[in-house]
């Protein structure tokens, strides 16, 4: 379930800090963008404090026919991602696992970057190695803990908690 960012309850106030400084990072993350409109609002979809958190971001009007993203921050590189309809937080994160994947092929093959998500790391195998260990973590201990609540729904609006 969707929770506005200045309603963020975390399991303790360490790990409620903690997510309020990610949707910080989120915001500045999101902001960065030359193509970023103002933000009209902010949710959380789901997070583990220090750790990643997945934030979906409302702007005032649209930009490409999009009026949200999803942004994805945490201790591995921050990405962004275009709303899907039903969109879970376990559906975006492992989205955001897929988009890394090409990374560290593309690093590893020496291939193109033309159509590879930006990670703002040098493109070596030790920086691969790091990010790949962190998606399996993902993968493997953090993904099935998220939230299987649709988010968005069948045509990708955003399914607002209590209505």
């Not at 106030?13 to 960065?32: F, G, K, N, P, W």
């Not at 962004?80 to 989205?95: C, G, H, I, R």
Request: aromatic letters at 10%; charged letters at 30%.
């Amino acid at each position: 379930m969707l929770t506005q960012v200045e309603s963020i309850k975390g399991e303790d106030d360490e790990d409620m800090r903690l997510l309020m400084e990610m949707a910080e990072q989120a915001r500045d993350y999101v902001t960065s963008f030359q193509w970023c409109p103002p933000i009209a609002r902010e949710w959380l979809a789901d997070g583990i404090g220090g750790v990643v958190a997945i934030f979906l971001f409302e702007f005032t009007h649209k930009i490409d026919g999009d009026d949200k993203v999803w942004v994805i921050v945490g201790d591995l590189p921050p990405a962004f991602k275009a709303v899907e309809p039903n969109d879970t937080p376990q559906s975006v994160l492992d989205d955001y696992c897929f988009l890394m994947d090409d990374w560290i092929a593309a690093v590893r093959t020496g291939g193109s970057f033309d159509d590879v998500f930006p990670v703002a790391a040098a493109r070596t195998e030790e920086h691969a190695r790091m990010l790949e260990s962190r998606l399996a973590t993902l993968r493997d201990d953090i993904i099935p803990q998220f939230s299987t609540d649709r988010a968005t729904d069948a045509k990708g609006k955003i399914v607002v908690p209590g209505k």
